[in-house]
């Protein structure tokens, strides 16, 4: 004899899901484990069973976010604006990347995404290009999801422009292509000081 299904029983693929979908909801700033067991309809002490803190939960959140990036054939712009696109396809997807990325927890999808296209190039120096290409491309969007906030709380202030973020396009490939520039040489590195 099985044990009857019990709806209130979930798997960490659905914890995840269920986080998901409440940061697109009401963003990071308001996602607390306390809200996903209330929307999954359980205790917040159940959720770790599947993740031992809020901060591996979030980490499996930004690998999703990144999950689909393309590891190879990419040019190393087209691959820096799927990272770029994957982060915007999610509510804060920039700054919860970014804020796991900084603690080392995760795994590389979007490094080792840049490192490929990189040494697809020829760049000597794939691994420190793109370490750099993805700080940036995390700074960038991190800003211009903020922006998007902020407009749509009208707290942007009017400066006649209809778009918050004309022209942003344009700064993100400048600067990719000015970090990926030269790709057959490494990059210079400052002189140790004596």
Do not use: C
């Amino acid at each position: 004899m099985t044990p009857a299904h019990n709806p209130a029983r979930h798997d960490r693929d659905g914890v995840a899901r269920t986080a998901l979908a409440l940061l697109d909801e009401v963003g990071l700033a308001d996602l607390s484990m306390r809200r996903i067991a209330a929307r999954l309809d359980v205790q917040p002490s159940a959720l770790y069973w599947h993740f031992a803190s809020k901060q591996e939960l979030l980490a499996e959140l930004a690998d999703r976010i990144t999950a689909g990036i393309p590891r190879s054939g990419s040019d190393v712009l087209t691959t820096a604006r799927g990272i770029r696109d994957a982060l915007f396809a999610y509510r804060d997807g920039a700054e919860l990347a970014l804020s796991t990325y900084a603690l080392r927890l995760g795994s590389s999808h979007a490094q080792t995404a840049l490192e490929t296209a990189l040494r697809e190039a020829g760049s000597e120096d794939a691994a420190d290009r793109a370490s750099a290409i993805l700080h940036f491309v995390l700074g960038h969007a991190t800003l211009v999801q903020q922006r998007m906030h902020a407009d749509s709380y009208g707290a942007v202030r009017d400066d006649g422009e209809v778009d918050v973020t004309a022209g942003f396009d344009r700064i993100f490939d400048l600067g990719v292509s000015a970090i990926a520039a030269d790709l057959s040489a490494p990059a210079t590195r400052p002189r140790d000081r004596a």
